[in-house]
């Protein structure tokens, strides 16, 4: 995806002049159906989601990921894109360029990659949408729904756009930064790290559930959070595979790797599990199969099955220790949104360098002249997470202020107990007997 | 014995819950019914408003001795009250309880409650 971007920035200047480059219609089928593969998550995560919160929120809940749909939906190609993908102002703090608003400068561009920029934009478009999404889960139950829908348009102008040009735009900073830049195939920092910090922010900012920890509060519905779980795995395969802007070797890697991260994740998972409590659940393997692919996420340009082996189980391993941690600390992350996209995010991200396949790093020695080693990469690995938690974090606290006070996020008691379904949007997902 | 049965509002189950486990009432029966009262519940589908003539309600068994009776029901209506009272907040129902049998040990009457 960086290689492409790259490439992208330095042609748009000589488009005219150059020869033309054409569509490769192999890579551009594969990229329109990582496109739909990458959208096919975000219902995914309103099963997953939704099953996992009482039955009087089940709806608020899936409109938390289906209104990222819509808002992102409209967002993106209005102004998105441009902040994300075009040049650096502002010192590189963001991106813009006019021939992006509303994509009306790309309506006959082939990237040099070979494929429609159209289809690049929708397919980042896809990205932009999850990542606002996950957050939700940090604040299930508790949530205004037009003071979430404000919190994401602007968090994800002022946190996704921003980190998204400096780890991915050609002339991002995070991407150029040490000998061959932050490794972040698919967004470890720019989708899991970033919506995983602001997920905390957010849970220690609203606060507690009514009556958390204190009473249960089961799961409405976990057989569609299985479903959920099933069509991440399945969506996931665009979103990594997707990521090498191709249909070639590196998309065969990144589809391979991300296949092992999952299943060693959740392996790992249910292993823990039988050890800790004696029985394998089903939410467990559920969270396995997630931790493993968000570890993979920034790895699956680099590493090799071993490394994904590794990177699977050690993100399990993090995940449920931080969940058991959080319980104990008593915040509300009601759905765990840091507890495995924050904390696998991470494991990734830094982990990763201990398995990079010898040939990157052989590329990355001859590119600063001499030697590499995984201590420097892992140096530019560090600060490309510090930067993500730093700037996601306090951009995030102040959104979060900003919406509080004036739309107000928090609900209040009685709207929260009759549930959002009811209050929020004045419907209910099940049918009538089973209310409440 | 009195059987003491409670219509409340769903979103009041929690607190007569937490409520009765204060006051050391802790052996109940919940469950999920529709019925209708005065209370009318407005609901949206496709741009209209519509009003379900049936609305979902929470009902709350307990069997109690006599002289748990009043601190039962004082307990539900101070907690399931929408402040001072609102419409639907709910009704009890109070019954005599002719006999009640454990199953485990087949005691009967006062002790098996």
Redesign the interface.
């Known amino acids: 995806m960086l290689f492409l971007s790259v490439a992208s920035l330095f042609l748009q200047g000589t488009a005219h002049a150059a020869p033309a480059v054409v569509t490769d219609t192999g890579t551009t089928a594969w990229m329109l159906t990582s496109t739909a593969l990458v959208l096919l998550m975000v219902p995914g995560l309103a099963m997953f989601y939704g099953g996992l919160v009482r039955t009087k929120n089940v709806l608020g809940t899936m409109m938390h990921s289906f209104s990222a749909m819509v808002i992102i939906g409209v967002l993106w190609p209005l102004v998105g894109y441009a902040l994300s993908f075009g040049h650096g102002i502002l010192g590189g703090f963001v991106g813009w360029d006019s021939r992006y608003f509303m994509l009306q400068g790309i309506d006959e561009t082939i990237m040099p990659t070979h494929i429609p920029e159209y289809v690049f934009a929708m397919f980042q478009g896809k990205f932009a949408i999850i990542t606002p999404a996950l957050i939700a889960g940090a604040f299930a139950e508790r949530v205004n729904f037009k003071g979430y829908a404000v919190f994401i348009a602007l968090w994800s102008i002022f946190v996704y756009s921003p980190i998204c040009h400096w780890v991915w735009a050609a002339d991002g900073f995070l991407f150029n930064l040490g000998a061959a830049g932050a490794i972040d195939f698919a967004g470890g920092t720019v989708v899991h790290i970033s919506s995983g910090i602001t997920a905390l922010v957010a849970a220690l900012y609203l606060g507690k559930r009514r009556a958390y920890p204190n009473n249960v509060m089961h799961p409405n519905n976990l057989v569609m959070t299985l479903t959920g779980a099933g069509l991440l795995w399945v969506g996931w395969f665009g979103f990594n595979a997707g990521s090498a802007i191709a249909s070639d070797l590196a998309t065969a890697r990144a589809l391979t790797v991300t296949q092992v991260a999952a299943a060693a994740g959740a392996f790992t998972w249910m292993i823990i599990e039988i050890f800790h409590h004696g029985k394998a659940t089903s939410l467990g393997v559920a969270s396995g199969i997630l931790a493993g692919l968000v570890a993979i996420t920034p790895a699956a340009g680099v590493v090799q099955p071993s490394g994904a082996f590794a990177l699977g189980a050690l993100a399990a391993l993090f995940c449920y220790t931080a969940i058991l941690i959080k319980s104990k600390l008593g915040y509300d992350d009601s759905l765990d949104a840091f507890g495995v996209h924050g904390v696998g995010g991470i494991v990734g991200a830094l982990a990763l360098v201990f398995f990079i396949r010898p040939a990157w790093m052989a590329d990355a020695a001859l590119k600063v002249g001499g030697s590499w080693t995984i201590w420097q990469q892992l140096g530019v690995q560090a600060t490309a997470v510090g930067v993500t938690i730093i700037y996601a974090g306090v951009v995030s606290f102040i959104l979060l202020f900003l919406v509080e006070k004036t739309i107000g996020l928090r609900i209040n008691e009685n709207d929260e107990m009759s549930g959002l379904d009811h209050s929020m949007h004045g419907e209910h997902g099940y049918g009538l007997i089973n209310l409440n | 014995m009195k059987l003491i049965t409670a219509i409340i ?7 007569v819950r ?1 409520a009765l486990i204060q006051a050391d009432i802790t052996r109940i029966t919940v469950s ?1 019914v ?1 019925g209708h009262g005065r209370q009318e519940d ?4 496709r741009g209209q408003k519509i009003a ?1 003539n ?1 609305i ?1 309600k ?1 009902r709350i068994d307990i069997a109690v001795n006599n002289e748990f009776v009043d601190i039962t029901v004082d307990t539900i209506i101070q907690a399931a009250s ?1 402040g001072a009272g609102e419409i639907g907040d709910g009704k009890i129902f109070i019954t005599p309880l002719e006999e009640c049998i454990r199953i485990r040990t087949r005691e009967r009457g006062g002790t098996a409650i």
Do not use: G
């Open positions: 509002q769903p979103d009041r189950l929690d607190h937490e999920r529709t407005i609901e949206i589908y379900p049936l979902p929470i929408h």
